[in-house]
């Protein structure tokens, strides 16, 4: 089954542009911390958290127990990553000030967002886009559609 053959909206093209939003989030919170803007910074770095969260519940929901009936291990391991950076963020979160979010902590986990980020696309987004069936596809888009999604955690 083709993506351009199945209806609604492509499941890659929203989750890349998620990852995209969240990237530009983080931008946002360095700028924040380098202009020394205490409250700009708590402002971004808590919508990181709640879009973060957000988009990993996304693909729990939506695309992760579709991809795990012809990939379980794989689904696995992506799953596992999420507890992973569920954890980081979190921990990250409690001490997020001024100097930390140019540590090498946060610089660490940006890294293994993104790398996290490309290995979904490889692994599971390619698939989504071919066979995610178009109420997955709808509900997923709604969901990463949610006005409330950068405020909620």
Known sequence: MSSAS??????RDLLIADHE???KTFQEAERAAQARDRDGLRDAWTRL???LSAHMAAEEMHVFPSFEK???T???ALTNEHATLRKQLCELGVGVDLHLVASPLVTQFMSTL???AKR???LAYRWAAENLSPELRNALALELARPDRATRH
Do not use: A, F, V, Y
């Open 114 to 116: 993104r790398q996290h």
């Open 70 to 72: 012809i990939d379980p």
């Open 21 to 23: 939003l969240l990237e």
């Open 6 to 11: 199945t209806p609604g909206p492509n499941p």
């Open 74 to 76: 794989e689904t696995m």
């Open 49 to 51: 958290e709640s879009l």
């Open 120 to 122: 979904e696309d490889t």
